[in-house]
């Protein structure tokens, strides 16, 4: 089953919770597959998860340029050179995960939104397009702007994310409100549109990375 999903080398997600309840993500890749059913990650022993055998986790990942996730439960774990080797068996099949399920890194990037020509004219209050993105996931964002869009309306947005990821995205409004910022007149929900799976799984790892280094700097 996961062969339909996944290849060697394919970026996976690991999410475990603490004893908390606060769920963290760890970037891990496709060793290999196994039959139907069973799936080899390896992850950086330095920065990867403390995972016990017989649990259940859960993992997401990136095909046909949606995201899926799906428990699996941990049967084996190794050392090959710097990485940690888990062997994971299938516990439930694949299901397509909602953008808000994601993990999501509060940020602030400096964007200028830009529209396709002939889509339709953005009103800017006080002539400034300048815009902020407040969370970034990689489902979507939350863009905070002087801008005034409307539903379903679409904008193309350069995003630079540390050498991580430098493309112009198309990202459609889903929800607007008016922001508590100053600075900035309104709120904005977006979802990315006809993303490239590279983009995303970059967006991905960046975001996990980032809420990586948060965790370790408490």
Do not use: W
């Not at 069973?38 to 995201?67: C, D, H, M, N, W």
């Not at 977006?190 to 408490?218: C, G, P, T």
């Amino acid at each position: 089953m996961l062969r339909e999903y996944l290849k060697q080398e394919d970026a996976v997600e690991i999410l475990k919770k603490d004893h908390t309840g606060d769920t963290y993500s760890y970037n891990s890749k496709v060793f290999f597959l196994k039959g139907d059913d069973t799936i080899v990650l390896t992850s950086p022993t330095s920065t990867g998860p403390v995972l016990i055998e017989s649990s259940i986790y859960q993992i997401r990942f990136v095909a046909e340029g949606k995201i899926f996730k799906c428990d699996v439960k941990l049967i084996t774990i190794g050392i090959i050179g710097r990485d940690s080797v888990f062997t994971f068996e299938l516990a439930n099949k694949p299901e397509i995960a909602h953008n808000r399920e994601m993990q999501r890194l509060h940020c602030e990037i400096p964007v200028t939104p830009m529209t396709a020509e002939g889509d339709f004219s953005i009103i800017a209050l006080n002539d400034s397009k300048d815009s902020v993105i407040r969370d970034l996931s990689g489902g979507g964002i939350k863009l905070i702007s002087n801008l005034r869009l409307r539903l379903r309306d679409i904008v193309e947005i350069p995003i630079s994310l540390d050498g991580a990821l430098s493309a112009s995205l198309s990202v459609e409004v889903v929800n607007a409100s008016l922001s508590r910022e100053s600075v900035y007149e309104f709120s904005y929900g977006m979802i990315f549109v006809d993303i490239q799976k590279k983009h995303r799984e970059a967006i991905i790892q960046y975001v996990n990375r980032k809420l990586y280094e948060e965790s370790e700097a408490k």
